[in-house]
């Protein structure tokens, strides 16, 4: 009899219910649905429960395990969920001690060791995790299986790292394993609604200090798959707003031309918004994205200093930046731009420079978070090497916290400076404007009051209190109860 799985996406909480990002969006986790895909392929039956979407509690999670009768669970785990991803560990030993616990992500990637020290977790996968999870749902022997890392008499044995899947050869991810038409985007971050994510690249060619992709090797899908994918979405289950999630959407210059004008082509009615570097980016590129319905383009900027931007290992020219910037708005794409303080070698003079560039460049929507040493990034090993790492608490890891101790700046006024940035971007007249503008449905008009409450007053998030403070109670020390 095959062994029955379940894929968990866990709850994203953040500590800090006030913080820009609190205004987050639930999409379907695609890892899992590309896992499950593959599973489904090879009659594995696969069950997916999307913890966050439905804002479950560990109550809530134990009944669909229980109900689920899962032989193997498989976590998807980033930094920021990591806790509540060893918690979810630990609620599913609890509901059957046979049950073999599989995580994945880029958190137990960076530190497999540490995640072992869960003995609730059985299995990390380390890098592409379908044809792993496939072996693993398999049975074949721990030993035989490339891309793991397990205990052994209280050793860790790391397997032999697996090869780079090839991204064309996979099957279709399974949506139908998830409620499509529950997922939401982000505030901000739409035009139409059913909006649902989509990759068309995994990995970066850049290397930036404070990125994980900075590791991750480039690869591409097929234009025609991708638009066929829409199609099926649109007929499927009517969407009509994709997100591409990719880290640098642009970057395949010849494999997005094509894509754009199949989207041309095929008049499919679907608008789409992605991520681009500056220097992956053209006035070509720019007109050829408006005309397959692309609304909108998010520039990760990260810093208005050159000597930053060097740091960060992201030398992009200032000027490059705002041409790019310019030649997306001429073609009538919103810019959205995403800003960074407390890298290395920050200071109030810096984060000023970085302020003055956000407001010259003028995009439509600006983020700014704080430089977050993630683990497995260069930031994160720096940070460490040096003793200014001032802890690894993972509820703290949300682009919203001062995690590391620069000699440069003091936190206090670090935080002071992030938060005084959103109040003098956002507060201006001429932003107004140009949401109001932008308003097409009581949603957005919804989520634009929302945002403001959040930026200028500070206001938090409401009606989860409970829900939260249930996760929030675990710490990761909780968790470390074997020797390894």
């Known amino acids: 009899m095959a062994k029955k799985v379940a894929l968990i996406n866990p709850p994203w909480i953040t500590k800090d219910e006030t913080i820009w990002h609190g205004i987050k969006g639930a999409m379907p986790p695609l890892s899992l649905l590309s896992i499950g895909a593959i599973l489904e392929e090879n009659r594995i039956p696969v069950q997916i429960i999307d913890a966050h979407l439905f804002v479950m509690s560990e109550e809530e999670v134990a009944n669909q395990l229980q109900e689920s009768q899962a032989d193997i669970i498989g976590i998807t785990m980033m ?3 990591a806790i509540v991803s060893h918690r979810i560990a630990q609620i599913a030993k609890n509901v059957s001690p046979q049950i073999t616990v599989v ?6 990637d960076a530190l497999p060791e540490e995640t072992l020290r869960n003995k609730s977790i059985d299995l990390v996968v380390r890098g592409d995790g379908e044809i792993t999870m496939l072996e693993i749902c398999s049975g074949l022997e721990w030993k035989e299986i490339k891309g793991i890392s397990y ?4 050793h860790i044995v790391h397997n032999q790292p697996r090869s780079i899947v090839d991204i064309n050869d996979l099957p279709p991810y399974a949506y139908h394993l998830v409620p499509v038409g529950k997922y939401y985007p982000a505030a901000g971050a739409y035009q139409k609604l059913p909006a649902i994510n989509m990759l068309m690249t995994r990995g970066c060619p850049g290397k930036c200090i404070f990125c994980n992709s900075a590791e991750t090797v480039l690869r591409t899908r097929d234009a025609r798959k991708v638009v066929d994918e829409i199609a099926y979405l649109r007929n499927t289950y009517g969407v009509r707003e994709i997100q591409f999630y990719d880290d640098t959407f642009t970057v395949m210059k010849n494999n997005v031309f094509q894509f754009c004008e199949l989207m041309e082509e095929r008049k499919l009615g679907v ?6 570097r500056t220097d992956c980016f053209s006035p070509k590129m720019a007109a050829s994205l408006k005309k397959a319905g692309c609304h909108q383009v998010m520039f990760g ?7 930053i931007l060097k740091t960060l290992r992201k030398d992009i020219d200032l000027e490059k930046t705002k041409q790019a910037v310019k030649w997306a708005k001429s073609a009538g794409l919103e810019v959205r731009a995403a800003f960074i303080f407390g890298s290395p070698g920050e200071d109030e003079n810096t984060i000023q420079e970085t302020l003055n560039y ?3 460049l003028d995009p439509d929507l600006a983020i700014f978070n704080i430089t977050t040493p993630y683990p497995g990034t260069q930031f994160f090993s720096w940070a460490k090497k040096e003793q200014r790492l001032l802890t690894e608490d993972w509820w703290e890891y949300e682009l919203g916290q001062t995690i590391v101790n620069l000699p440069t700046i003091s936190n206090e006024k670090l935080i002071q400076e992030y938060q005084s940035a959103y109040r003098t971007f956002y507060n ?4 107004y404007w140009r949401r109001f503008i932008k308003i097409r449905s009581l949603r957005h008009l919804s989520d634009a009051i929302d945002a403001y409450l959040q930026i200028i007053f500070r206001r938090k998030v409401s009606g989860r209190g409970a829900y939260r403070q249930s996760w929030l109670k675990h710490r990761r020390a909780d968790f470390f109860d074997v020797q390894v």
């Open 79 to 81: 930094t920021s969920t």
């Open 103 to 108: 995580v994945g992500g880029v958190h137990p």
């Open 151 to 154: 205990r052994l008499n209280s």
């Open 271 to 276: 608008t789409f918004s992605c991520f681009a």
């Open 301 to 307: 900027v990260e810093s208005g200093s050159r000597p």
């Open 358 to 360: 956000a407001l010259d």
């Open 428 to 431: 201006r007249p001429k932003i």
